[in-house]
């Protein structure tokens, strides 16, 4: 969010960082320059303090654009209310398009929750008959006198222990206490660059891109680890045309640092930026929206749980997962605030 402060004058008295950041200039070169001039229609600012000035409102919202000196004018929600002295008044910016994307997460992030809440408490119910089933299935295995029977047993106990096996993954995240401690995330892509090139050995390269700089941070280093490799997991499983093929198949590990982004309506000065970008088909434009949600999978024999977990295990570390998918490109982006 994007703030000033304005005096009854229209002149900025205060502006916060996000707003600096915005507009390319200093706070010293933005107090006492009159706002509207930022602008690109000044007469909205103008009718707004008129109208908060002479109480005619309490608050006034409308959409604006942000003049910016050295880029495209930036599209704003703004929302112009009474400030803490006797005739100002406080300016706050929200620009659409991260408005949109904010707004996007929290749906998201609302349904998965809901849909993991469901998910797992069908998982507990289900646990138990499990169980059952299963002794019942080694019992009447012992007793059946026809060889030919114990066929039938057996794809009773096959299934009943894959299930077992579903029912334990979507219960892991909420199983184990968490161990947090300071992370190297170099450490982590090479672990898990590691594990997935000793499981696809040919045909695939994993290419690093690391920025040396960044520190390290708090938090749980398996829980990360597995977030990663169930991400990188999936990028080489969506490789496996082009290995067959013979062609290139490519994953890129990419750590960079962004500053001043918003996770969750709340800005961090720092934030950690790890792409996992493959050569893939990419995601079917069906399964964007949901292919963070449990059981949904565009993978013939996928459970749907690798980036569900994932998704999860991020948002345990305050941060968030962005999906960017064409043909050819596919880019996971783990998002996780640092101090």
Known sequence: MLVALL?????????????????????????????????????????????????????????????????????????????PRAGEVVVELWPLEQQARQDREERLTEQAQLTKDLVRNLAHEVKNPLGGIRGAAQLLDMELPDPQWKEYTGVILHEVDRLQSLVDRLLAPHRHPRQLGDVNIHEVCERVRALVLAEHPQGLR?????????????????????????????????????????EDACIVLRTRVARQVTLGRQRHRLVLQLHVIDNGPGVPEALRERIFYPLVSGRDGGTGLGLTLAHTLVQRHHGRIECDSRPGHTDFCILIPMP
């Open 206 to 246: 994993i290419v690093r891109d690391y920025d040396a700089s960044i520190p390290e941070f708090r938090g749980d280093r398996e829980e990360l680890i597995q977030a990663l490799l169930n991400i990188v997991q999936n990028a080489a499983q969506a490789l496996a045309g082009r290995m067959a093929a013979g």
């Open 7 to 83: 005096r009854p004058d229209g002149t900025v008295e205060f502006s916060n960082a996000a707003l600096e950041h915005q507009l390319g200039v200093s706070r010293r070169s933005l107090e006492g320059a009159t706002f509207s001039h930022f602008l690109t229609e000044p007469a909205l600012l103008q009718t707004a303090l008129a109208a908060i000035q002479g109480r005619e409102c309490e608050t006034l919202r409308c959409d604006a654009s942000l003049r910016r000196p050295f880029s495209a004018a930036l599209p704003v929600h703004m929302q112009v209310s009474p400030g």
